[in-house]
């Protein structure tokens, strides 16, 4: 048992939910995994089956293309230019900023439209 200076509330014993690690926020705790066992295991098979399809689909992907890139040494590049497409795809959010910033550099250089003028 803890010296009455380490007890909550001036050395009374805890209650039964001050001694529940979920209450407490402990880092680990093992009532977390008991209590939401089914909820991890379903999200973990998840994870698994995602990540299973995802190196598979990427693996039939890949080897065809790597023999006809072997095979047919000119379309080498074709077909490294094609997965490095692929696999780097620029997400929507910095395409959004470059185009803001392109089109700021070029309205923000030129002078105001009066009304009713043609640019």
């Known amino acids: 048992m803890p010296p009455l200076s380490a007890l909550p509330s001036g050395g009374a014993l805890p209650s039964a939910a001050e001694s529940n690690c979920l209450v407490r926020n402990e880092w ?6 008991s209590s939401r066992a089914s909820i991890l295991g379903e999200a973990l098979f998840e994870h698994v089956w995602i ?19 072997r095979r047919y040494r000119r ?4 077909v490294v230019a094609s997965t490095t497409a692929i696999y780097t795809g620029v997400s929507g959010d910095y395409k ?20 009713g003028e043609l640019r």
Not at 28 to 33: M, R, T, W
Not at 51 to 59: A, E, F, H, N
Not at 75 to 78: C, N
Not at 96 to 115: M, T
Request: charged share 15%; hydrophobic share 55%.
């Open 75 to 78: 379309l080498v590049f074709f």
């Open 28 to 33: 680990i705790c093992g009532e977390y995994l």
């Open 51 to 69: 990540t299973l399809v995802s190196v598979l689909l990427g693996l039939a992907l890949a080897l065809p293309l790597a023999l006809v890139a």
């Open 96 to 115: 959004n900023r470059v185009l803001r910033q392109a089109l700021d550099r070029i309205y923000d250089s030129q002078p105001p439209v009066e009304k």
